[in-house]
């Protein structure tokens, strides 16, 4: 059976970083698996049409640890799509020589850990073993694909696709009646561009979402030069600033009339992006009466937008803005307008049944050729507990998290030495940007083989009361907002049957300030072992 000093699972963001720091900076030998047939990770599988980064974009959502990377890409628009950052990764994957450390087309069924080697047994579905001290699971927050159990749903004859799952030929909808279910961040990209073309597309909504115009345009080369130019402050800023190099605002709405706030809303709208949210002004995620009056500022937007008043009405979203992920829109609302699209309330009208060729509402029956599920994903946990490793006298990851996903700094799980994820439960994950917050968990996780190689030690695992404590701290923090007063896969109300349980850190910048001070004062919360010698 081959050893390495470390197996990394999945090559997106995070993984493709680990391999590189691991092996090019550690010097450690590396394998890394994957169960798609090429790098990319989310962006590899999230295919479907209109998929774009949903968070300030380029140039900030990329690697950040090279200059030589920073200055050989050159982003084309403000918010890239699916097609470019899969072009980026595969670009960095070829210039740092990434592909031959990685087995593509290879599922990880197994993880099991040995006490008296101290080190990872993994098998693949194609019943190869591997082993490797250390186990870092980059298995993406955003990986298990949600479909919903809803009746009839398998007897349904046409095309069925998830947006998580997207097929790699093109897909036609000319001259095909389709109907997409889920409006969320998949949904929202999808549904504008699948109307263009398909004969008629209904879109089922559970839930009316809230979303801010995404103003996508191209960079212009001046744009691109003063962020080159400036680099390391931009670099700096996003570290300290949450992830993005925007100051947060400092402004109080209470020291604001509310005509002077409803200008600040129109200006901040115009400009699109987050901004509304995050720079308006303090407290629009923990203050109730600020958030009522943004939530309405937004709604005012969508009816202005839509022409059917009754259309409007069913599109009106009535959650605090910002406590399910923000959506940014490129022509989302203005779809409602076109003659060849149309809305069913689920709330007012839950689907009754598939048939073969059609959905059957409780209301009426809509005939359809493909369905398109743009419904979300297990998200977060679900990577780790499809792979459900085993930890010290055989736990499992699913009996440990049957009830919490208990972790230690969203990284680390009592039980389960030398085992390390990247944007696990309890880690800012997509509170932060995902690249350069997967860059400094992958580094804290080098500072810990480092520290243990030179320590002499074989073995480290965090103690369940770090455990406790971290759980406690990362909730402590989410109570403070309206976060958990919203359903959303923030909380894994998602997915039914699911603990309830806010699944991320909502101070990135302290986070990793955390990381360095454990780093710093030699892993407080965690015991070691000394190498057993075998
Ligand atoms: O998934 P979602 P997503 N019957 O869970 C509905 C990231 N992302 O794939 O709101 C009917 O947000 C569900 O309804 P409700 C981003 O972080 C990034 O859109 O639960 N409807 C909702 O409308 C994002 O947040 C990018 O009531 C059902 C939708 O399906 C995350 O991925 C692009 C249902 C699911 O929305 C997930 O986004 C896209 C049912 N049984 C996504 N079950 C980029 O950066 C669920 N729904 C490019």
New binding site residues.
């Given amino acids: 059976m081959a050893h390495y000093d470390a197996i990394v699972i999945g090559s997106g963001f995070g993984g493709l970083y680990a391999l590189h720091h691991f092996r090019d900076e550690l010097g450690l030998s590396v394998r890394v698996f994957d169960g798609a047939g090429g790098v990319g990770g989310?962006w590899w599988y999230?295919r479907y049409p209109g998929?774009?980064?949903?968070?300030p974009s380029t140039p900030f959502y990329a690697y950040t640890f090279s200059k030589d990377l920073v200055d050989a890409w050159d982003w084309p628009e403000t918010q890239a799509s699916?097609e470019t950052v899969l072009s980026y990764l595969e670009f960095v994957a070829d210039r740092l020589n990434l592909r031959k450390d990685i087995q593509f087309n290879t599922w990880v069924t197994d993880a099991r850990y040995d006490d008296g080697a101290q080190h990872w047994t993994i098998e693949t579905h194609r019943g190869e073993q591997a082993s490797a001290q250390f186990l870092i699971c980059a298995t993406g927050a955003?990986f298990v694909a949600?479909r919903?159990?809803?009746p009839g749903i398998d007897d349904f004859a046409g095309e069925i696709y998830h947006?998580?799952r997207w097929p790699h030929d093109p897909i036609s909808f000319e001259g095909k009646n389709v109907a997409v279910?889920?409006?969320?961040?998949?949904?929202?990209?999808a549904i504008p561009e699948i109307a263009k073309t398909a004969k008629h597309l209904t879109v089922?909504?559970?839930?009316p979402?809230f979303a801010l115009p995404a103003r996508n345009r191209p960079l212009t080369d001046e744009e691109r030069e003063a962020f080159r130019s400036n680099w390391e402050d931009h670099r700096g800023s996003m570290i300290h600033r949450g992830g993005w190099p925007f100051a947060t605002t400092k402004l109080r709405a209470k020291e604001a009339t509310a005509e002077e706030r409803h200008r600040r809303y129109q200006q901040l709208w115009a400009e699109g992006g987050m901004h509304l949210i995050i720079n308006s002004y303090r407290g629009v995620l923990s203050s109730e009466d600020l958030n009522n009056e943004i939530s309405e500022f937004v709604r005012g937007k969508i009816r202005e937008t839509i022409d059917d008043p009754e259309t409007a009405r069913k599109l009106m979203p009535n959650y605090f803005i910002g406590t399910?992920?923000m959506?940014l829109d490129n022509g989302y609302f203005e779809t409602f307008n076109r003659p060849n699209v149309s809305l069913v309330d689920?709330r007012e009208e839950p689907?009754e049944t598939f048939t073969p060729g059609s959905i059957r509402t409780y209301d009426g029956e809509h005939p359809i050729d493909m369905l398109v599920l743009?419904?979300?994903?297990d998200?977060v946990s679900g990577s780790m507990l499809a792979i459900n490793p085993k930890g010290r006298d055989g736990l499992s990851l699913k009996e440990k998290w049957a009830e919490r996903f208990e972790t230690c700094l969203g990284a680390t799980i009592a039980g389960f030495p030398n085992l390390f994820m990247i944007h696990g439960p309890g880690s800012p994950g997509?509170f932060f940007t995902m690249p350069l917050g997967g860059e400094r968990t992958v580094n804290w996780i080098g500072r810990c083989i480092s520290h243990l190689r030179s320590e002499g030690l074989g073995a480290i695992e965090a103690t369940s009361t770090a455990e406790t404590l971290w759980n406690d701290e990362i909730q402590g923090i989410a109570e403070r907002t309206l976060y958990p007063r919203t359903?959303?896969?923030y909380l894994g109300?998602?997915i039914p049957g699911k603990p309830r349980q806010f699944l991320g850190h909502l101070m990135g910048s302290q986070y990793f300030k955390r990381l360095t001070e454990v780093a710093d004062t030699g892993f407080e919360g965690f015991v070691t072992e000394a190498v057993r010698h075998r």
């Fill in positions: 989310t999230n998929a774009r980064v949903d968070a699916q955003l949600n919903p159990d809803i947006t998580g279910i889920g409006t969320g961040s998949s949904g929202m990209q089922f909504q559970r839930t979402q399910k992920r959506i689920l689907i743009a419904t979300g994903f998200a997509v359903d959303s896969w109300a998602n």
